[in-house]
């Protein structure tokens, strides 16, 4: 994955659960089957509330939102897996949020399908959706284009080894868990 | 410095003496469950790390459960289900709960129902163990002295093929309650207010351990609903420590051998916060969220469409014993939906009887739909069809475990969590209600 992402961003508050994320009316779709995983990317984000405005357009299957801020608490409730995975397969490549519930932040890690990027202030009121920002995973920083104030990110810690091995599996491999796979 | 119950199952696991909040341990699973929304992306994961002709690591310690989407029309749904028939045969999983005849699930002799109280019911809930489940309200399981959290498909997909898991060990809340629960209080106020007390993050990361006198004298049923909301505070789990109440209920359903274990008495705790039950109240979590309490008394006389009774946390037998005793020889005034958690509580609500009558007749005399079939149904909203939906922007008293937005169906119904005795004296008022004013 890219170590800088650039793109409009779509803005979240506290409290986004799994609902919310992929509803439960679409979990039918079984994210490992690839032409189901695409699916479930147009519908992401579809059980906000409408007053955030429409993350996925009518008939799309992509955004065009590649990072997307949140306040606290981001993508608690469910286990589902299909959370991480709809806002990946939607083309979100990273959330920059104030802190996460565990199950999605671990999902994230697991699946290798985005970051989970921790703001070190909250910046969901300061962001607006559809406003330009660059995110640099390296620098570890969040820069509003239009203005080029720079809002730095927390260290991802001790899930950094196993998302950058490129999730649970390919780090196991990597320190040695578990060989390739048969066929 | 001792171990909380939590940091003890964990060290065990692991194979270590001690583990130590927040360092990461590779632990052996006891168990793995998955369900038909789930399962089949962990089998698909499965089979693409390891390889289409790979083994599971244990099929007797891998438990498949059909609940979620099962009377349906919804074709990827009917599907789902198959995928987890296959891989059963497949693999030779000995526990396997399947259902073949949707049209008449009393055709399924081994068709459970929801996954949590089926786990339990059968015996895979056992003290001192570690169980994976690829859903959140697995640390309903933690009732019985067990760590038991839920998990996303790609970890549930490597517990699968190597009985292992890399851990952060997590920091343990402990919450006491004590004195004797007052007649109008079930256990759903109890953690309801644990709840509203710490926020729906309040416990993000961390193990609960409950404790206390009261829940001593509790049922294994209203204990399950204790731990079933961990997850709603962001819980990775929490236990009660097993005693006989917990050995009689486990060795009734299982010969297996278990050995439990306890918190040591120096245990080191994130936190410790005490209850007196006596002063509680009946409560309510408004919408749209689990930690939006407010007292049953500051919410009544608000007008509601419906009542909803069923679920993990609200469907078991003890649910239905309550909400009957405030329905008998009354007349509901909303619809009522009761949808049992398993076969077997379906089964018991046509067995067990109030004052000579069975609970089915007392629900169907006070003007309830007749119970449905087993299955988590409405609770997660689910297909269109699904029994129970709120498919219109209505306002519903429900014994589930969430209501944020849409989590029933409408994004913009109204959900308000309640215990069962809320929930029924609501369906009898019309409006939500206080159960002392029908106790």
Not at chain 1, 1 to 23: C, E, H, L, S, W
Not at chain 1, 75 to 101: K, N
Not at chain 2, 44 to 72: C, M, Q, S
Request: glycine share 10%; with cysteine.
């Amino acid at each position: 994955m890219a170590a800088v992402v650039r793109g409009k961003v779509f803005v979240v508050d506290d409290n986004i659960d799994t609902d919310q994320i992929i509803p439960a009316e679409y979990l039918t779709l079984v994210p490992s089957k690839p032409e189901e995983y695409e699916k479930l990317g147009s519908y992401a984000l579809v059980g906000l509330p409408d007053r955030y405005g429409q993350f996925v357009a009518d008939g799309a299957i992509k955004t065009e939102y590649p990072i997307v801020i949140a306040g606290e608490n981001f993508g608690c409730g469910s286990s589902r897996e299909h959370a991480p995975i709809a806002l990946g397969a939607a083309g979100v490549q990273a959330v920059v949020a104030q802190s996460y519930a565990r199950i999605f932040f671990r999902n994230c890690a697991a699946t290798g399908e985005l970051y989970p990027c921790e703001s070190q202030e909250r910046l969901c009121e300061g962001f607006a959706t559809g406003e330009e920002a660059i995110l640099d995973l390296e620098a570890l920083t969040l820069t509003k284009t239009a203005t080029g104030e720079v809002f730095a990110l927390a260290p991802l810690g001790d899930v950094k080894p196993v998302i950058d091995a490129g999730g649970l599996f390919a780090y196991a491999r990597q320190t040695g868990m578990i060989g390739a796979p048969i066929s | 410095m001792g171990l909380t119950l939590t940091e003890k199952i964990l060290a065990r696991a692991a194979g270590r003496d001690r583990v130590v909040p927040g360092e990461n341990v590779w632990v052996n699973a006891d168990l793995l469950m998955t369900h038909d929304v789930c399962g089949p992306g962990t089998i698909g994961v499965f089979k693409k790390e390891f390889g289409a002709t790979a083994r599971v690591w244990n099929p007797e310690k891998i438990v498949l459960i059909p609940d979620h989407y099962i009377f349906t029309a919804d074709e990827r749904a009917n599907r789902n289900v198959d995928i987890l028939r296959e891989f059963a045969q497949e693999q030779g999983i000995r526990y396997f709960y399947d259902i073949v005849d949707r049209a008449n699930f009393k055709a399924n002799p081994d068709y459970k129902g929801v996954c949590h109280i089926a786990l339990a019911q059968e015996g895979h809930t056992r003290p001192g163990e570690v169980l994976f489940g690829t859903d959140s309200h697995t640390c309903n399981a933690g009732a019985f002295g067990q760590f038991a959290t839920g998990i996303g498909n790609t970890d549930a997909a490597f517990v699968m093929g190597t009985g292992k898991l890399l851990l952060k060990v997590p920091a343990t809340m402990r919450f006491t309650f004590h004195g004797e629960m007052p007649p109008y209080l079930l256990a759903k106020d109890l953690i309801l207010h644990a709840i509203g007390d710490i926020g729906v993050a309040g416990a993000n990361y961390r193990a609960l351990e409950i404790d206390g006198d009261t829940i001593a004298r509790m049922s294994m049923e209203e204990r399950m609903t204790l731990c079933n909301m961990a997850i709603e505070a962001g819980g990775k789990n929490a236990t009660i420590a097993p005693d006989e109440v917990t050995f009689d209920y486990v060795r009734q359903r299982t010969a297996q051998a278990f050995v439990p274990l306890y918190a040591d008495g120096d245990a080191s705790y994130h936190s410790h916060r005490h209850y007196d039950v006596s002063r509680l109240e009946p409560v309510v979590a408004k919408p749209h969220s689990p930690d939006n309490r407010a007292t049953v008394r500051e919410v009544a006389g608000r007008k509601i469409d419906r009542v909803y009774i069923g679920s993990c946390t609200g469907g078991k037998l003890t649910d239905f014993l309550h909400a009957a005793q405030l329905l008998k020889g009354q007349q509901v005034k909303v619809p009522t939906y009761l949808v049992p958690a398993t076969q077997k509580v379906y089964d018991d609500l046509h067995a067990t009887q109030i004052d000579g009558m069975t609970l089915a007749d007392i629900f169907t005399n006070a003007g309830c739909f007749e119970p449905a079939a087993p299955s988590c149904a409405a609770c997660l909203g689910g297909p269109k069809d699904t029994f129970g939906r709120l498919n219109e922007p209505e306002v519903c008293v429900s014994t589930t475990n969430r209501n944020f937005p849409g989590r029933m169906g409408n994004k913009q119904a109204q959900i308000y969590l309640a215990s069962p005795y809320t929930a029924a004296a609501s369906a009898l008022a019309g409006t939500i209600a206080d159960p002392r004013d029908y106790l």
